[in-house]
């Protein structure tokens, strides 16, 4: 069986712990979480997890199981890659040169980042979309010289009317 990106969202309880416990589960069973994103609902009793981690289908299926086994998890799913909108949220702070700046803030225009700081000698942009997408931004933003990055974790829905 081959590994490849697993999504899941989970609907959790809003409650002190929750977070330590599911993380601790993927410890336990030497899962390793590539991204993890967590906020609260329209409901303030209830949060919603995104957890992206590397898996065949075995593994997919046995960390669903072990959610719903956990009484935090209200619900918890496999959001396919093929049926999932992913977006990921980054801040990065880039150097400027003498010659660069108009360059630069080309590039950041190119990928519908936004600036929202900037100095003599840097700028910092905001870049939200598919983490693929940001990887590319990175990579170009490579040649300017990047300071500091911040990535947020991938928040996923499923697309159409299907819901969590």
Known sequence: MTEHKIIIGAIVNNQFGVLMRITELFTKRGYNID???VGVTDDPTLSRMTIVAMGDT???AQIIQQL???HDV???AIIPASA???REHMLIKLKVGANTNAALTAMINTYGAKVIDFSADTITAEVTGAPESNDAFIEAAQEYGILEVCRAGAQALHRGSECL
């Open 35 to 37: 991204s993890l994103e």
């Open 74 to 76: 209200r619900h918890a």
């Open 58 to 60: 075995q593994t997919e």
């Open 68 to 70: 719903s086994k956990l």
């Open 84 to 86: 999932a909108s992913v």
